[in-house]
């Protein structure tokens, strides 16, 4: 009487056994990805520290053309340096700029060094409303010394919007293109964000510069983790069931 049972306990087994393989995949699949994670944590955090210590290293000289091919975001980015020079009596490029203070521009200028090669600075931030040339400190002039943080070129545009320098509309700075739309010919492959002191305002406001790393890798970690313990829980289950139980929901 119990023959005609025989196939569909087989068939109820192997589903058995092939959702005990999957689990024990998922186990090691999650496991991986916490441990990736872990790793990517540690990275951002060793990021961070070296970040913070170019951000409040004493000053050092800008990058000339002999080291602009060596400049890098792993080796230069917001490192903190200092120029002699003069700015050019040339027109200033406004970018669009989203601070704490709401939205509005960064002034950029170009900076001729001492050593005789041109940076644009990133002067500092105006409000919209305050945008005009007339309502900002002039720059070119007499020789001044400029202190601030070493930012990479940012081109192409912004978030779904495209740089048009014909329309004078800059939504990143980009400083290949800003030289040429400005005809300022060869220019540093960086640019430089002022601090406070070298920009005595009112406007434009140096210093402003946020540096933020987004780092939610401990919760990515604890999640994967998590739902690798939930399924050895289940594998561990379907262990010690018997084979005549099916697996639970």
Same mark, same amino acid.
């Given at each position: 009487?119990?023959?005609?049972?025989?196939? =569909?306990?087989? /068939?109820?087994?192997?589903?058995?056994?092939?959702?005990?393989? !999957?689990?024990?995949?998922?186990?090691?699949?999650?496991?991986?990805?916490?441990?990736?994670?872990?790793?990517?944590?540690?990275?951002?955090?060793?990021?961070?520290?070296?970040?913070?210590? +170019?951000?409040? @290293?004493?000053?050092? @000289?800008?990058?000339?053309?002999?080291?602009?091919?060596?400049?890098?975001?792993?080796?230069?980015?917001?490192?903190?340096?200092?120029?002699?020079?003069?700015?050019?009596?040339?027109?200033?490029?406004?970018?669009?700029?989203?601070?704490?203070?709401?939205?509005?521009?960064?002034?950029?200028?170009?900076?001729?060094?001492?050593?005789?090669?041109?940076?644009?600075?990133? +002067?500092?931030?105006?409000?919209?409303?305050? +945008?005009?040339?007339?309502?900002?400190?002039?720059?070119?002039?007499?020789?001044?010394?400029?202190?601030?943080?070493?930012?990479?070129?940012?081109?192409?545009?912004?978030?779904?919007? @495209?740089?048009?320098?014909?329309?004078?509309?800059?939504?990143?700075?980009?400083?290949?293109?800003?030289?040429?739309?400005?005809? !300022?010919?060869?220019?540093?492959?960086?640019?430089?964000?002022?601090?406070?002191?070298?920009?005595?305002?009112?406007?434009?406001?140096?210093?402003?510069?946020?540096?933020?790393?987004?780092?939610?890798?401990?919760?990515? @970690?604890?999640?994967?983790?998590?739902?690798?313990?939930?399924?050895? =829980?289940? $594998?561990?289950?379907?262990? /010690? $069931? +018997?084979?005549?139980?099916?697996?639970?929901?």
């Amino acid at each position: 009487m119990t023959l005609p049972q025989a196939p =569909a306990r087989r /068939r109820s087994g192997a589903g058995r056994y092939a959702f005990l393989a !999957l689990t024990c995949l998922l186990v090691l699949v999650f496991t991986s990805l916490g441990l990736w994670q872990v790793q990517r944590r540690a990275w951002k955090l060793d990021l961070i520290a070296r970040v913070d210590a +170019r951000i409040h @290293a004493p000053p050092a @000289a800008a990058p000339g053309p002999a080291d602009w091919q060596g400049v890098s975001a792993g080796d230069d980015e917001y490192r903190r340096v200092a120029m002699q020079g003069r700015y050019l009596d040339a027109p200033e490029t406004l970018a669009m700029a989203v601070t704490e203070r709401g939205p509005g521009f960064w002034v950029l200028a170009p900076f001729r060094t001492e050593a005789g090669f041109t940076v644009l600075v990133n +002067r500092g931030f105006v409000p919209d409303v305050r +945008r005009g040339p007339d309502e900002r400190r002039k720059a070119a002039g007499d020789e001044t010394r400029v202190v601030g943080l070493l930012r990479l070129s940012k081109p192409g545009g912004g978030f779904l919007r @495209a740089n048009d320098p014909a329309a004078g509309r800059w939504y990143s700075r980009d400083v290949a293109a800003i030289a040429q739309e400005r005809g !300022l010919g060869e220019v540093a492959p960086y640019f430089v964000d002022a601090d406070a002191a070298s920009e005595p305002g009112p406007l434009p406001q140096g210093g402003m510069t946020q540096v933020i790393f987004r780092n939610t890798h401990l919760v990515y @970690a604890l999640t994967w983790f998590c739902l690798a313990l939930m399924s050895a =829980a289940a $594998a561990a289950y379907l262990v /010690r $069931a +018997r084979p005549d139980e099916p697996p639970a929901a």
